[in-house]
């Protein structure tokens, strides 16, 4: 249903510039920032997607990678699993926390804005689907939209959407199953031509 933006080429950041980060190593610092910047503004954006203006998404990133360097020195891979996993779940829930402050109204005046000219795609039908799927997934609620970016996008398993979201696996599961539904119900609608 989405199409996954994961690249399985690549990898986790390697051990010794993690541990040179942990001990405080500016250069270090900022390879974990290059290594993983695109994957943190990507999921902060699509979670963000009704009230997405690119200064909010700049600074829950940098949110993101302060907290996480205040903590960095006490990760590890080991008990915490992915470095990725650890850096996305700071960036959901604070995208989480920053949509339950904002009120619908205002989130869906700013997704229904008429956006700018669309860029020129060698495949106009495969921008246009995509756009489609972008607004489903901009219409599902906050913790769906979480569930479902998290899964597909981001190549959570269950467990890790869990402990990302602090809520049961079996939440998941459920949020999971009533996101897709709704998902098919918004791109089955108007679209039998």
């Known amino acids: 249903m989405l199409v996954a933006s994961r690249d399985p080429a690549r990898a986790e950041l390697d051990d010794l510039t993690l541990a040179r980060a942990q001990r405080g190593d500016e250069p270090a610092w900022r390879a974990l920032v290059a290594h993983y910047q695109r994957p943190v503004f990507g999921l902060l954006t699509r979670l963000l997607s009704a009230t997405a203006r690119r200064d909010l998404v700049e600074d829950l990133a940098q949110e993101t990678f302060l907290r996480a360097f205040r903590a960095l020195p006490s990760f590890d891979r080991s008990a915490a699993g992915r470095l990725s996993s650890w850096l996305l779940t700071i960036a959901a829930r604070l995208a989480l926390d ?21 860029p020129a795609a060698s495949r106009p039908e495969r921008r246009l689907v995509a756009d489609i799927v972008a607004r489903a997934v901009a219409d599902l609620s906050p913790d769906h939209r979480a569930v479902i970016l998290l899964r597909e996008v981001h190549g959570f398993d269950y467990e890790e959407i869990a402990a990302a979201l602090a809520i049961s696996v079996g939440t998941v599961r459920s949020r999971l199953s009533r996101a897709r539904a709704e998902l098919r119900a918004a791109l089955g609608e108007g679209h039998d031509d």
């Not at 904002?102 to 008429?114: C, E, K, S, V």
């Open 98 to 118: 920053e949509l339950r402050q904002r009120r619908p109204l205002a989130a869906r005046a700013t997704r229904d804005a008429t956006p700018a000219a669309p």
